[in-house]
């Protein structure tokens, strides 16, 4: 879901350009790539009366239709059509207030979808985070190993922030940085299990079994030392985020927050992580 009608007199601009209107639709809604559905049908001038369709001297706009959960909000059928009337504009050089789309919610008990009815469980809304700032400097490349001597800033956005948000800060030690793997493309995310780096030597574990970047939400969580706090910068090291991350949140790190007895992980796990800092 969804599935996206388009109805023309026009043939198919072909299925390049419909993957496209798909890959843009599940990027927008955080979806795994290949789950909204794109179909072409062209009409039959004899078949179809819409005035604008007489005029044959300019590009045809589309009628489409977007097939959605009754579940999904106002604003969220409202963004989905207007991301597709301008790309359908873009694509297909057809005027953009031309583009016709409206909206059909499927109910409850009455979609089938990968072999189970959709019994009308809510999905939760999706979350928008606002960056709190960037990382400044350090590694350009992603790259898996040797990030322990790796030194960064993490600069807070002086639109919202002044240094007052950080003032304490360098009276701890380390601190925890949540961040948004934005190098990871959307139809790269792994939403059910694989061997970490791809590695045939290891065992096939779920996505939250594991740490790698290409995971639903794309959050990357990091424990790093703070060399220094100075205005609206946080000099780290040991960071694993390339240049340009954006970051959404800090922590300052708490012994009390680390698991209370022992841990427990295998294998694999280790040996992961016996080159990563
Ligand atoms: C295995 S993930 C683990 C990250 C974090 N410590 C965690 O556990 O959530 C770290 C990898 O993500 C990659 N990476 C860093 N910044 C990134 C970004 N902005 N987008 C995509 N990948 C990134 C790096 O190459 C690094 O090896």
Not at 99 to 108: H, I, K, N, W
Request: charged share 25%; net charge negative.
């Amino acid at each position: 879901m969804p599935v996206i009608e388009l109805h023309s007199p026009e043939p198919s601009p072909g299925s390049e350009v419909l993957q496209r209107l798909s890959a843009a639709v599940t990027s927008h809604l955080s979806m795994p790539a290949g789950q909204c559905w794109v179909l072409w049908r062209q009409v039959d001038e004899g078949e179809a009366y819409r005035p604008e369709w007489a005029d044959r001297s300019s590009g045809r706009a589309p009628i489409g239709f977007v097939t959605c959960k009754e579940s999904w909000s106002r604003e969220q059928v409202g963004a989905v059509l207007r991301l597709l009337a301008g790309l359908l504009a873009t694509e297909l050089s057809v005027p953009e207030q031309e583009v016709y789309l409206t909206a059909r919610r499927a109910a409850p008990g009455e979609l089938l979808v990968r072999g189970g009815l959709w019994d009308g469980e809510q999905t939760p809304a999706p979350v928008v985070a606002q960056p709190i700032g960037t990382v400044v400097g350090g590694r350009r490349e992603v790259a898996d190993d040797d990030w322990g001597k790796e030194r960064a800033v993490i600069r807070l956005d002086a639109a919202t922030y002044g240094p007052e948000a950080l003032f304490g800060l360098d009276s701890f030690s380390h601190v925890e940085v949540v961040y948004h793997f934005d190098r990871v493309k959307v139809e790269k995310i792994e939403t059910g299990a694989r061997q970490p780096r791809g590695n045939k030597d290891w065992p096939l574990v779920g996505i939250f079994a594991q740490r790698g970047k290409n995971r639903p939400n794309r959050i990357g969580v990091s424990r790093c030392r703070i060399v220094k706090v100075d205005g609206l910068d946080v000099h780290v090291e040991g960071l694993d985020a390339v240049a340009g991350t954006p970051v959404l949140d800090l922590k300052p790190y708490m012994t009390e927050f680390a698991p209370r007895g022992g841990t427990v992980q295998p294998a694999w796990s280790t040996e992961i992580m016996r080159a990563y800092y």
